[in-house]
């Protein structure tokens, strides 16, 4: 083989063996940006799992202490404070005539 023949054959490998490690190279640094990504998402998803549970724990005692409220043992000795008076013969009415509104 000439000279001029093996010198473009390492430069033809020399080229390629470049092109290859640019290639892995740029690849690698993909590869830990995807992975750095994926790893923060991942936490923020946690922290957010974890508000979730929390928020869900706070709604549920605020139920109960609605419910709890609203209960009757709650609101009787507070209807007692306020001196209402108390009803014994309620009268409804009926209309004799069924009536019908026009428009």
């Known amino acids: 083989m000439n000279k001029k023949s093996q010198s473009k054959k390492v430069s033809y490998w020399r080229t390629i063996n470049t092109f ?10 993909l ?12 936490f ?3 922290d ?3 508000q979730v549970s929390m928020l869900s724990e706070e709604h549920q005692d605020l139920q109960t202490r609605s419910l709890t409220l ?3 043992t709650t609101l009787s000795p ?3 404070d306020l001196n209402m008076v108390v009803v014994d ?3 409804y009415l009926s209309p004799q005539i069924p009536a019908l509104a026009k428009k």
């Open 89 to 91: 013969d309620v009268a």
């Open 70 to 72: 609203q209960s009757y």
């Open 31 to 42: 590869y830990l940006i995807g992975m750095n990504d994926l790893t923060v998402k991942g």
């Open 20 to 29: 290859l490690s640019i290639t892995c190279l740029v690849f690698g640094i």
């Open 78 to 80: 507070r209807l007692q």
């Open 44 to 46: 923020v998803l946690n």
């Open 48 to 50: 957010l799992k974890s």
